[in-house]
């Protein structure tokens, strides 16, 4: 018999590419990576003075635990929904605080579901929803998302997938590789079937407010048509995901919306995650939003256009539509697998990018790049990716 549960028993050794990067690292070749996803590693100017007086606040001394969160970060976050977003009806009070959005995901699964209980997920997306289901003896259900000129749901097989243990379906908003957002006839479509077979929705907007205009986008925090948790955090929003704070905000009809709220706050009751500093922080840390998006968003254009130029001179690679986030996708010749063909560029190129089957594409012929790399890293990046011959 195993010491462990079965529910941590992944597959713990590191795959070709894994081992590919670390040796290489090993040997002190200098390596361009083109898949960065921490914002604090991309170069940007942070207003470090503000940050960090923020965090100083004499109150971070005194344990006051809330299991909600502290009124003055909800009222905070509600303030930025409001500011942002137009929302001008979520109250604090709907808000649970937690240290991450994984661990709101989590809060989620274990008030939804019991054991073998099934949530419905996007295919492709990121690929962390498998290990949080995972030790929430959850399983999960993909359905697809289809390419034809821009992604959309594929809602016949939506319907195909849902079942007598179904509890809830996941979206991300904009989607992450994908860069799709739900368009309005989706939203109602979702809420139409979510209401015909009682499910939840889970809709993680980590990457709302970067859409490739610029423009404020609708959230589903307020949904009101089926019971919604809407996930978001200051990892994406004020690019600070080591201060650890993000939210549920919980929407829809109101008899199971006040029920979902009480049992969420105890099982935040039972963590206590989140720690005073940030909360004390949380206003003055939102606000740095409006620093740093800007940068941001001029840095995913920039490199948008760069490689757009790239891809003109050639015939081999296309890029995918994007509306939003940090990524872009490339369609490239599916001569191999995406993870020899990755892997074959970091050794020939010293160039590191991501292959398509680690977000779950449903077929070879894809790779995916950050695109917050320092311009002139992802311009000469490129530049060797696409002299290869793929």
């Known amino acids: 018999m195993s010491t462990f549960s079965k529910r941590t028993g992944w597959k713990l050794t590191p795959n070709r590419f894994s081992v590919a990067q670390s040796k290489l690292r090993a040997e002190g070749r200098e390596l361009l990576d083109l898949t960065i996803s921490n914002p604090t590693h991309a170069g940007l100017h942070y207003e470090a003075e503000a940050i960090l007086l923020a965090l100083a606040s004499p109150a971070a001394l005194r344990y006051d635990p809330q299991p909600k969160g502290l009124l003055s970060a909800r009222q905070a976050v509600a303030a930025y929904y409001r500011e942002q977003h137009e929302n001008f009806d979520l109250d604090p009070e709907s808000l649970i605080l937690t240290a991450s959005t994984s661990e709101g995901y989590s809060y989620i699964f274990s008030l939804l579901c019991n054991p073998d209980d099934q949530v419905l997920v996007p295919k492709p997306s990121y690929p962390l929803f498998e290990f949080l289901a995972d030790l929430e003896d959850v399983t999960l259900v993909p359905y697809p998302l289809l390419y034809d000129h821009g992604w959309q749901i594929d809602f016949p097989s939506l319907y195909q997938a849902v079942n007598h243990g179904t509890r809830a379906v996941v979206l991300v908003h904009p989607n992450n590789p994908t860069g799709n957002f739900v368009s309005a006839h989706e939203r109602d479509a979702l809420n139409d079937f979510c209401k015909e077979y009682n499910l939840a929705l889970i809709v993680d907007e980590v990457f709302l407010d970067y859409s490739r205009d610029g423009a404020s986008l ?16 200051l990892s994406k929003i004020s690019a600070l995901p080591q201060m ?139 530049q060797r990716v696409l002299n290869h011959q793929l």
């Open 218 to 233: 609708p959230t589903f925090a307020g949904n009101g048509d089926a019971l919604t948790f809407t996930l978001s955090g």
């Open 244 to 382: 650890k704070l993000a939210w549920i905000a919980t929407s829809g009809p109101a008899h199971q919306a006040a029920d979902a709220i009480a049992r969420l706050e105890v099982i935040a009751d039972t963590y206590l995650s989140v720690n005073t500093p940030v909360q004390l922080a949380a206003e003055a840390l939102l606000e740095q939003r409006r620093k740093i998006q800007p940068l941001l968003l001029d840095r995913v254009r920039v490199n948008l256009a760069a490689l757009d130029f790239l891809l003109a001179k050639q015939t081999t690679c296309q890029r995918l539509q994007v509306e939003g986030g940090w990524y872009a996708v490339l369609r490239v010749p599916a001569t191999q697998s995406d993870e020899d063909l990755a892997t074959e560029l970091l050794e020939k190129t010293s160039v590191l990018v991501h292959p398509g089957h680690f977000y779950d594409f449903p077929r070879d012929g894809y790779l995916v790049v950050s695109l917050i790399t320092p311009t002139a890293q992802f311009r000469e990046g490129m």
